[in-house]
């Protein structure tokens, strides 16, 4: 009998992305630019979850720091980002919708100032918490999903 179970080793310093929905974690990885970081990335694709069936995990061994906790709670609220030191987990965050984001999402209405002022920065706010409705700061324009980066 196989035994179908593949064992990453853990690691010392940096943090593990878990609870990522399967197929999930390359896009993840794109999103955060883990690729422009110095430092190791394993992806685990489709681990056995007894909650969620199969899941992706991400593991950095990179400063928490590095991570940009505002574009994972925008991409999924139900990541559970596990903070390592010492080999150890020290902490569990929770995300939740970050009230302003900024150069994550892009403005499309052509009349917006951020369409002519090339280097000003796309600000959105969370005007709806419950149906997770983003708005540009200056414009109002509602955040579509196709908008993101």
């Known amino acids: 009998m196989t035994n179908n179970k593949l064992n990453i080793g853990k ?16 896009t993840i990885y794109h999103d ?8 190791c990335v394993a992806i685990i694709k489709n681990a056995s979850s007894n909650a969620m069936g199969k899941k992706d995990i991400i593991k950095v061994e990179c400063d928490i720091d590095t991570l940009n906790t505002d ?8 990541i559970t980002v596990n903070v390592i030191k010492d080999g150890e987990i020290v ?8 009230e302003e984001i900024t150069d994550i999402l892009k403005c499309m209405n052509p009349r917006c100032i951020t369409s002519i002022e090339q280097g000003l920065k796309h600000v959105f706010f969370l005007s709806d918490k419950e149906k997770g409705i983003y708005r540009c700061k200056y414009c109002e324009e509602r955040y579509g999903k196709h908008h993101f980066r």
Not at 91 to 98: G, H, M, N
């Open 71 to 78: 574009i994972l709670g925008f991409i999924d609220r139900n």
């Open 91 to 98: 902490e569990k965050r929770s995300l939740s919708l970050p």
């Open 32 to 39: 955060l630019q883990l690729d422009k970081l110095n430092c």
């Open 11 to 26: 690691i010392d310093e940096g943090f593990v992305l878990d609870h990522i929905k399967a197929g999930r974690a390359m």
